[in-house]
């Protein structure tokens, strides 16, 4: 999304009042695990897990639709990273990540940020249960809303899209990262499914394909808001094993007041041993190179 000088100046003039904002220009004492000209990894004070994290831009962003392309890329892209230093750091078999916007979402700060929870079978965290009861609303729209976003979002930053082999069937986008899905019931009546065609394990994917697939997580979450009126959006990505089985997912939820979801971040009382952690990235990235042309 374009953001004008007018509407960065008004994010700017929040940073007083914004917890994250003061934590990063060092108002409030912490010690980042991972800290770059554009993004930081900080530990929950309050974990649910052990080795909760969250990732947070330096920029103050009250929504992801507002990220700029190049600081959403570093935001998205250094998730596998965490996923392997977790691996190392934590006794851990899956991870959940989480984004939220809005309040019926759970989201209490508004400046975007990124949860990141450890799992295994035994944590004993039975929280982000996909309970799919409501008939999914206006497939036909949503396809064609997110087709034309992703489209122009190529165009906009002069990425020459090719198109794809569009081989997952029933899809209501595909390219060659990723399919999303929308399923006849949902959790609610907005619900989008992101599949990777590459791989199912996070910590095996590129810093391209990561960007990428949460990249369409958060055109997908636009395309909830403008097309059916939602509230607020959720977007969870899980894989590896924990309290449940089955393949590497992105979910996006439309959230409403009133609604039966019940994902929303956690905290709680466990220790967190977490120590400083090594990202790298890419000087050169070309995230959308391969996005699909539905022309």
């Known amino acids: 999304m374009y953001v004008n000088q007018e509407t960065l100046k008004q994010f700017e003039a929040a ?12 108002n409030i004492p912490a010690d980042p695990l991972f800290s770059n000209e554009q993004i930081s990894l900080f530990k929950e004070i309050r974990p649910k897990v052990n080795g909760q994290l969250y990732i947070t831009t330096h920029t103050h962003y009250p929504l992801l639709a507002y990220v700029p392309y190049e600081v959403t890329t570093q935001l998205f892209g250094c998730i596998p990273q965490i ?11 899956g991870v959940d990540v989480l984004i939220v916007a809005g309040g019926v ?11 990141v929870y450890p799992r295994d079978p035994s944590d004993g965290v039975y929280d982000f249960m996909i309970k799919p009861t409501v008939a999914t609303e206006r497939k036909d ?8 976003m992703l489209r122009n979002h190529a165009r906009r930053n002069g990425i020459k899209p090719i198109i794809s082999k569009k081989d997952v069937p029933g899809a209501i986008y595909q390219d060659n990262h990723c399919a999303v899905l929308c399923p006849e019931k949902g959790v609610t009546k907005g619900h989008l499914i992101i599949k990777s065609k590459v791989n199912n394990n996070v910590e095996e994917w590129s810093t391209e394909h990561a960007a990428h697939m949460l990249y369409v997580a958060s055109f997908a979450s636009t395309a909830l808001f403008e097309g059916l009126g939602a509230q607020g959006t959720t977007i969870l990505l899980r894989s590896g094993q924990s ?3 089955g393949s590497c997912k992105v979910h996006v939820i439309a959230r409403f007041p009133d609604d039966d979801c019940e994902i929303t971040p956690l905290t709680g009382n466990k220790d967190n041993r977490l120590n400083k952690m090594s990202i790298t990235f890419k000087k050169e990235r070309s995230v ?8």
């Open 83 to 93: 996923v392997e230093e977790l691996r190392k750091q934590v006794a851990c078999t």
């Open 288 to 295: 959308f190179d391969d996005l699909a042309s539905l022309i």
């Open 105 to 115: 979402a759970g989201q209490t700060v508004g400046h975007v940020k990124i949860d």
């Open 141 to 148: 729209m949503l396809a064609n809303n997110l087709t034309i």
């Open 15 to 26: 940073r007083e009042q914004c917890v994250l904002c003061r934590l990063i220009d060092g």
């Open 243 to 245: 309290d449940r089985q």
